[in-house]
């Protein structure tokens, strides 16, 4: 059975109004398919009914929208920016006397993104200590994150071989990445659409791969939060299809190899 259209559009502005994610018309199929689990275990007969009893049950909106939102995520994601930070955003920071970097992985989903900032720079800045605050609306992507442990298939999505040797412990069928890269990391909840989780001023945001999901006005103000809970000397990264020209003007985009960066532009 097809969902109505009366369940597609109170879930679509469920999903609007809690998390900015835009589910357009023709997106049914896509809500069908992510809510059928819920709705099994849930015992309902179909997406529908399921949907027909969470309506009036505010205790079970989180879920619905966390069924919503995408999680693909790997190790390294697009290689470029963790090249970047590698290469150009901390020599730049350690070389103006940082020796403790705030770094924010917005929109983390399972960890992957904060683990990965956090062993390129143990392997290439022993001195600086990293503190990485990783955020995400999703708690069962924050839950994973926390455990930092790791199928065989998620694994072979971007960890190349040194790093998972000298950072990981096999446990039974998962990998587990180590205590020491394991504590530089805290996952928090936090909705961007809400104010910027504590742990700042930071030095380096990476936001990548959910500005795609939001309106303009939305992306404004999210970038506008942003810019507000870094350091006026700090860099943020943004996914390979994503940028802030045309959406906020208060960003310096710079070019490094084939990848960009972003700096907020003095006084704004
Ligand atoms: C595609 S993943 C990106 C993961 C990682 N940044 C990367 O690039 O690999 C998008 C993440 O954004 C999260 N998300 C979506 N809307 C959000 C919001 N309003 N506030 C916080 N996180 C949100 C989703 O839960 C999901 O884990």
Not at 8 to 20: E, G, M, P
Not at 63 to 75: H, I, P, R
Not at 200 to 218: E, K, M, Q, S
Not at 222 to 246: C, H, N, Q, S, W
Request: net charge positive; aromatic share 8%; glycine share 8%.
């Amino acid at each position: 059975m097809t969902l109505t259209a009366d369940t597609f559009d109170f879930v679509a502005t469920l999903v609007r109004q809690k998390s900015a994610i835009q589910l357009e018309r023709g997106k049914e199929y896509l809500v069908e398919s992510r809510l059928a689990p819920l709705a099994r275990s849930a015992g309902a007969v179909d997406v529908d009914a399921f949907v027909r009893g969470v309506r009036g049950d505010i205790t079970k909106h989180d879920l619905v929208v966390e069924a919503l939102t995408t999680n693909e995520t790997s190790w390294f994601r697009d290689i470029n920016p963790f090249t970047v930070l590698r290469t150009t955003v901390v020599p730049d920071m350690v070389g103006k006397g940082r020796r403790e970097l705030k770094i924010w992985s917005a929109a983390c989903s399972s960890g992957q993104e904060a683990y990965s900032i956090a062993m390129i720079i143990a392997d290439n800045f022993p001195g600086i200590r990293t503190q990485i605050t990783a955020t995400d609306l999703a708690e069962n992507m924050l839950a994973k994150g926390r455990s930092g442990e790791y199928s065989q298939l998620e694994i072979n999505r971007g960890l190349p071989a040194p790093m998972l040797v000298k950072h990981f412990e096999r446990t039974g069928p998962t990998f587990r990445i180590n205590q020491q890269i394991r504590n530089s990391v805290t996952f928090r909840k936090n909705n961007l659409l809400d104010q910027p989780p504590m742990g700042g001023p930071f030095d380096i945001v990476f936001l990548r791969n959910v500005l795609i999901y939001f309106d303009v006005a939305t992306k404004r103000d999210v970038l506008k939060r942003v810019r507000g809970a870094m350091a006026p000397d700090g860099y943020l990264f943004l996914g390979a299809a994503e940028t802030t020209i045309g959406v906020d003007e208060a960003w310096e985009r710079i070019q490094v190899g084939n990848s960009s960066v972003y700096k907020p532009r003095e006084g704004k």
